[in-house]
């Protein structure tokens, strides 16, 4: 548990790029939110692997968002009825279920559509509030940080020699 502290606090610490820390977290954004034996779960599995992102806050996210879908599935199940259910939309969801692919997907389901797309609704802000935040953090609040005597204790803690273990 400490060595999993350290290693995030040393990806915030470090000078990586905070987008790659913020796509990380977009992706487990859609993960955590969606059902997780859907089958476009995968396919953002195979991205996070592929893609250059930090797999610790991929993880981190993903727990927290997965927690969170329990308290917004109502308006995940409500939000894809409502999509679903789109006079507007009827022929392509009819057309769309014609074919052996889309009805894998579980695109049907109003859980399945309604998180699908309360997490693409979603990712854009937190994309852009997490480059945000690690961009303040590293100009104005690490450097303050380690002149408190709260970071003083911690340097003397086990935790931050597992942090300066990891260098």
Same mark, same amino acid.
Do not use: H
């Given at each position: 548990m400490l060595s999993a502290i350290a290693k995030l606090l040393k990806v915030l610490n470090s000078d990586d790029n905070p987008a790659q820390v913020a796509l990380a977290l977009v992706f487990a954004l859609i993960m955590g939110l969606t059902p997780l034996m859907s089958p476009h779960n995968i396919l953002i599995l195979l991205l996070v692997l592929v893609i250059r992102v930090n797999l610790s806050f991929? %993880?981190?996210?993903?727990?927290?968002?997965?927690?969170?879908?329990?308290?917004?599935?109502?308006?995940?199940?409500?939000?894809?009825?409502?999509?679903? *259910?789109?006079?507007?939309?009827?022929? +392509? /969801?009819?057309?769309? &279920? *014609?074919?052996?692919? /889309?009805?894998?997907?579980? &695109?049907?389901?109003? +859980?399945?559509?309604?998180?699908?797309?309360?997490?693409? %609704? +979603?990712? +854009?802000?937190?994309? /852009? #509030?997490?480059? /945000? #935040? %690690?961009t303040r953090y590293r100009e104005k609040v690490r #450097?303050?940080? #380690? *002149?408190?005597?709260?970071?003083?204790?911690v340097k003397s803690t086990r935790l931050f020699e597992l942090y300066n273990a990891l260098n």
């Open positions: 991929f %993880i981190l996210g993903f727990a927290l968002f997965s927690g969170l879908a329990y308290a917004l599935d109502p308006i995940s199940v409500r939000l894809g009825a409502d999509i679903l *259910q789109a006079a507007s939309l009827e022929g +392509l /969801w009819t057309s769309l &279920y *014609q074919s052996s692919f /889309w009805r894998f997907m579980a &695109y049907n389901n109003t +859980l399945v559509m309604g998180s699908f797309c309360l997490s693409l %609704i +979603l990712a +854009l802000p937190i994309y /852009w #509030a997490a480059v /945000w #935040a %690690i #450097a303050k940080l #380690a *002149q408190t005597r709260l970071m003083l204790f």
